[in-house]
Every structure is written in structure tokens, then in C-alpha cells.
């Protein structure tokens, strides 16, 4: 009998090029900090971390695989058990192994973090219904810039609003604050 998790934190794109400089999300040094205490929960109850990395297929790109923006944000706390995955879509289950990752754990359910709010948290969480995982998306943990129509906080509680009220996937998205995201506990599988 193997210890089998139920909940997997994603932390998507929360890199170094869309922290800081001229393309640094909406309070981003904020969002970090919360990332860092959720995923610290997560580790202390057993629950795997997958720090998720998009990679554009431009080798001049702002996310170029290797280049000094592509790597994880300073600050974002990270230990030797995180999970690592790389992606080029805003979909982090495409053309990925995610749900390979996530099957051979017994993941259940997701709770889902990171940038850019209206790209690849949207896509994913949308995804991740489709594939039939609950999610908790961590309301105050996700962010993006500002847009020619909307603000980052615009966007961020846009989402947290539209990502809330689809029902037609069957599982839910809940959006919740960080320190109200929960955490179930392993299981014998």
C-alpha cells in the first residue's frame, strides 16, 4: 500500500520576467509571499508543489528556456520535492506529462496559483474542470498586468468571478483566499 495525495498546488509562470521590470504583474512581490506560505502548507500536509514554467519557442523570447527571465521568480521558495514541468500553451495539460504527474499521485483535486490571470490560469483551470478535477483557485493568488480595457485587479476578480460560475464541466472552481484554501490529507491507496 503506497501513501496516495489528494491535492496538488500548480504554480503557474510565476517567473522572473513577469515579476519584475516592464512586464511584472500587479503586486507581484505580494503574491509571491502568499504563493510561499500556501505551498509551505501544501509540503507540511504531504501535498505535492508542481511549479509550472511556460517557455516560448523563440530562443530571443522573454521566456526563452534558460534565459535569466525564464527562471523561477526571486523569492518564490522552492524545495527539492517540488514537482518541475515546462509548457509552451497557456494550457499546462498540453503536450505536457501534468496529468501523468497528477494520476500517479492520486491527485483528486487542484488548487490553482500563478500568472497571468486571464492566459494560463484561465486556460488551465479551465482544462483541469474539463479533465474532471475540482478546483480551488487561490483568489488572491493569481495575477496579470494591466490591459487597454481593464486593470490587473479587474482582471483577477473577473476571473475569480467567471472561473466560479461555470457549472457545465460538473466539477466546480471555488475561489478562495490563500489562507482559506484547504488541504485534505493523504490517503492509503
Same mark, same amino acid.
Given at each position: 500500500m503506497s501513501t496516495m495525495s489528494t491535492t496538488a498546488l500548480l504554480i503557474i509562470d510565476v517567473q522572473q520576467a513577469l515579476c519584475t &521590470?516592464?512586464?511584472a504583474a500587479h503586486e507581484a512581490q505580494a503574491l509571491i509571499a502568499r504563493?510561499?506560505?500556501? !505551498? !509551505?502548507?501544501?509540503? !507540511?500536509a504531504g501535498q505535492p508543489v508542481i511549479l509550472i514554467q511556460h517557455e516560448s519557442a523563440d530562443p530571443q523570447g522573454l521566456l526563452a528556456p534558460g534565459s535569466p &527571465?525564464?527562471?523561477l521568480a526571486q523569492g518564490l521558495h522552492t524545495e527539492a520535492s517540488d514537482l518541475r514541468l515546462r509548457k509552451r500553451s497557456p494550457d499546462s495539460f498540453h503536450q505536457t506529462e501534468l496529468q501523468a504527474l497528477l494520476q500517479a499521485r492520486g491527485v483528486q483535486t487542484l488548487v490553482i496559483c500563478g500568472l497571468q490571470s486571464q492566459f494560463c490560469v484561465d486556460t488551465t483551470t479551465r482544462r483541469a474542470l474539463a479533465l474532471g478535477y475540482p478546483v480551488q483557485l487561490v483568489a488572491d493568488g493569481h495575477s496579470t498586468t494591466d490591459s487597454g480595457a481593464l486593470s490587473a485587479t479587474q482582471i483577477r476578480e473577473h476571473h475569480n468571478l467567471t472561473l466560479s460560475q461555470i457549472t457545465s464541466f460538473g466539477p466546480r472552481v471555488r475561489a478562495v483566499p490563500a489562507a482559506a484554501v484547504e488541504l485534505t490529507g493523504t490517503q492509503a491507496g
Open positions: &521590470g516592464e512586464y504563493i510561499n506560505g500556501l !505551498a !509551505a502548507r501544501c509540503r !507540511a &527571465g525564464w527562471q
